[in-house]
């Protein structure tokens, strides 16, 4: 018994060495594996001779893939990445099985998921409308991107297929720094110090928070319009994703109506509210699920000033009018209220106020009756012209002006 209580033990012993050696082995045997899958990766990335990187690494473990220096040219679109590494990252048996592995090649229509994905210094161009994109940094947490239709022939693939993988991502938070973007066909500018996105779901985002959105006529010229910060929840893009991932959009076609439950931006200026001495407290929009395709709608414009200053043709001219009629500067506030009952298939402007203290004060209501689905259809494409084909009609409207000052200091100017 004791003999073999000890050849027992001696094959445990020798189990356990032949597996702590084959583990070894199989950790010796990582980086060898790690160059050879990052060898691969660069060459299916420049097989096709449209996209250079100047070095690939791989870490198994940490399921980590990095690309340095990596540029991309298409037959419309430009792409260079100075550095982009995504880790956890995670993908199906069947793309392995297909030949398809994550990150080869950027090939559109792909899915991708990775736990954490990094780029910075990254520039986009898209050749086919003049625009361009880049920027410094940009942090995405639980990134997953599911198989869509890459198949396009029209002159904006890049905006299309860029439409069609927002309609299939989803992330969980999203973080990107200093951005700049020349619009499609111009050459002006807009610029975001940081954005950060929370929850992101097809179309879908529960939050969003941009700080310092400037507008310029040209790159490198001085912005004629900033805004601090602006906040948004519950925004959903579906409607104009669904209309930019057609094969038949093109830019100014219809894209779709925006819906925003709260918004608000802070903090505005730049040289052309400088010029002309204007200043903004805030701008703020809300709207309220009543109940069952009723709806309010409530958008403020508080803090509006007009003071001009005794310098440049624009401020100086506007202050000589001001002062012709004995006042200094403008106060104004704007609240507008409205409603969408699609059961009854009503749309009612409740009141929309413009108050300016000691001058006048100005309110406007209506209501639209009779409207059908093509009405409702064409607010929510952004398709003015099927509104001709819409049954709806005005119903009521009202305009009131209370004069508080305004028309005597008016003919006071030019009497």
């Known amino acids: ?241 669904a209309a930019m991932s057609s094969d038949k959009w093109f830019p100014g076609a219809p894209s779709g109506r925006i819906h925003v439950e709260t918004a608000s931006a802070a903090g505005f200026g730049g040289e052309l509210l400088k010029r002309y001495g204007i200043t903004l407290a805030g701008v703020s929009f809300q709207t309220t699920q009543l109940r069952d395709k009723v709806s309010r709608t409530r958008t403020l414009v508080e803090g509006f000033v007009l003071a001009p200053p005794l310098r440049g043709l624009e401020g100086l001219s506007l202050r000589m009018a001001l002062q012709s009629m004995g006042i200094k500067d403008v106060k104004a506030d704007f609240d507008c209220h409205g409603t969408e009952d699609q059961g009854k298939g009503e749309l009612t402007i409740d009141r929309c106020a413009l108050v300016s203290p000691g001058l006048g004060e100005i309110e406007f209501a209506a209501r639209i009756v009779n409207a059908d689905a093509i009405f409702w259809n064409a607010l929510d494409e952004s398709d003015l012209l099927a509104l001709q084909d819409s049954t709806a009609a005005l119903g009521s409207a009202r305009l009131v002006l209370a004069d508080k000052s305004l028309l005597e200091r008016s003919l006071r100017a030019f009497g």
């Open 1 to 241: 018994v004791q003999a073999a209580g000890r050849r027992t033990v001696r094959k445990s012993v020798i189990a356990l060495a032949a597996v702590v050696v084959l583990a070894g082995a199989a950790v010796a045997a990582v980086p060898a594996i790690e160059r050879h899958a990052a060898s691969s990766i660069k060459s299916e990335i420049e097989r096709g001779g449209t996209a250079k990187v100047d070095e690939v690494s791989v870490g198994l473990l940490a399921r980590r893939i990095t690309l340095l220096n990596l540029k991309s040219k298409g037959a419309t679109e430009e792409l260079n990445v100075g550095r982009w590494e995504a880790s956890g990252l995670a993908w199906p048996i069947s793309e392995l099985l297909a030949g398809r592995t994550p990150l080869a090649g950027f090939r559109w229509g792909d899915p991708l998921s990775a736990d954490r994905v990094e780029l910075e210094n990254v520039a986009m161009a898209d050749k086919a409308t003049g625009g361009r994109w880049s920027m410094d940094a940009l942090l995405i947490e639980g990134l997953d991107l599911a198989r869509y239709d890459a198949a396009y022939d029209g002159m904006f693939r890049f905006a299309v297929l860029t439409a069609r993988a927002m309609g299939a991502l989803t992330v969980r938070r999203l973080e990107q720094r200093n951005t700049r973007i020349t619009l499609p066909g111009t050459t002006e500018t807009v610029g975001l110090a940081s954005v950060v996105l929370e929850g992101y779901e097809r179309g879908r985002v529960a939050a969003l928070v941009m700080a310092g959105m400037d507008a310029a006529a040209a790159e490198g010229q001085a912005a004629q319009f900033s805004i601090a910060e602006t906040k948004a929840t519950k925004i959903d893009l579906g409607r104009t994703i």
